[in-house]
């Protein structure tokens, strides 16, 4: 049976000002129906915010029907996947273009809070929803080498 791929997709970040034309912050495009980076049955039926502690770890686990769609809204994340025959690392957050990364049900992943000091907070927005599916987490075991929390 192959094995659905993963997908990134970076997410720009524009400048917002206020009425007097000075910068006051910025907002970051997360999934837009629009960009055709999922399809119209893979868009999401949650949205949630998910803390990751300093230094800590949410898994090794997966889901059997349920996908995730992981963006790193604040702090850096590094997520492990394991593959068939290796482990895949992506990033995402501040420093990575905060980017969007979907996760197909039938991969086990990690995700690792990159910093020590603060937590990181992701937004998931699954398909099916985690109320849809409450025993759809999965524990699994990873080489405990590819689990540091070195970039």
């Given at each position: 049976?192959?094995?659905?791929?993963?997908?990134?997709?970076?997410?720009?970040?524009?400048?917002?000002?206020?009425?007097?034309?000075?910068?006051?912050?910025?907002?970051?495009?997360?999934?837009?129906?629009?960009?055709?980076?999922?399809?119209?049955?893979?868009?999401?039926?949650?949205?949630?915010?998910?803390?990751?502690?300093?230094?800590?770890?949410?898994?090794?686990?997966?889901?059997?029907?349920r996908y995730?769609?992981?963006?790193?809204?604040?702090?850096?994340?590094?997520?492990?996947?394991?593959?068939?025959?290796?482990?895949?690392?992506?990033?995402?957050?501040?420093?990575?273009?905060?980017?969007?990364l979907w996760?197909?049900?039938?991969?086990?992943?990690?995700?690792?809070?990159?910093?020590?000091?603060?937590?990181?907070?992701?937004?998931?927005?699954?398909?099916?929803?985690?109320?849809?599916?409450?025993?759809?987490?999965?524990?699994?075991?990873?080489?405990?080498?590819?689990?540091?929390?070195?970039?």
């Amino acid at each position: 049976m192959e094995q659905t791929t993963y997908k990134i997709k970076k997410n720009r970040r524009i400048v917002t000002k206020n009425r007097h034309d000075q910068i006051n912050g910025y907002l970051v495009p997360i999934i837009d129906i629009g960009d055709e980076f999922i399809s119209p049955e893979q868009f999401p039926r949650q949205v949630y915010l998910t803390v990751v502690d300093p230094g800590e770890i949410k898994g090794p686990h997966f889901h059997k029907e349920r996908y995730a769609m992981y963006t790193c809204i604040k702090g850096n994340i590094k997520i492990v996947l394991k593959l068939e025959d290796k482990y895949e690392v992506l990033f995402s957050g501040e420093d990575h273009d905060y980017a969007t990364l979907w996760i197909p049900a039938g991969i086990p992943t990690a995700v690792i809070n990159m910093d020590m000091d603060n937590p990181s907070f992701i937004l998931n927005t699954p398909n099916p929803s985690f109320l849809e599916t409450p025993f759809d987490d999965h524990n699994v075991e990873f080489d405990p080498s590819v689990l540091n929390n070195d970039a």
